[in-house]
Nanobody
Framework: QVQLVESGGGTVQAGESLRLSCAAS????????MGWYRQAPGKQRELVAR???????NYADSVKGRFTISRDMAKNMVYLQMNSLKPEDTAVYYC???????????????WGQGTQVTVSS
């Protein structure tokens, strides 16, 4: 019943910026980590950025200094600010969350449907 929905993708020129948003909804008791992954054609899905409820962050080396992850705990939302975009950033970006439902004591992983980001040279 818990769902994640991404928005904010699109097509931009190299050097431009995009801001992705992800909203979690449903019977949510709590959310620990939220993050972003991406998958380019012919490639495995890879970590982009991750942020825990305690404030710990992890970034892929390829995006450090360019991307920033943030979240609004009260709204169950996570964001990814992407600056200085490069053609190699082109991929489908997926929201991820470790979430506990109101009827379950365990945390489990949920994925959004993805949003396309295309960066032209």
């Amino acid at each position: 019943q818990v769902q994640l929905v991404e928005s904010g993708g699109g097509t931009v020129q190299a050097g431009e910026s995009l801001r992705l948003s992800c909203a979690a909804s449903g019977n949510i008791a709590s959310i620990d980590a939220m993050g972003w992954y991406r998958q380019a054609p012919g490639k495995q899905r890879e970590l982009v950025a991750r942020l825990t409820s305690a404030g710990s962050t992890n970034y892929a080396d390829s995006v450090k200094g360019r991307f920033t992850i943030s979240r609004d705990m009260a709204k169950n939302m996570v964001y990814l600010q992407m600056n200085s975009l490069k053609p190699e950033d082109t991929a489908v970006y997926y929201c991820n969350a470790n979430v506990r439902a109101t009827y379950d004591a365990n945390y489990y992983t949920r994925w959004g449907q993805g949003t396309q980001v295309t960066v032209s040279s």
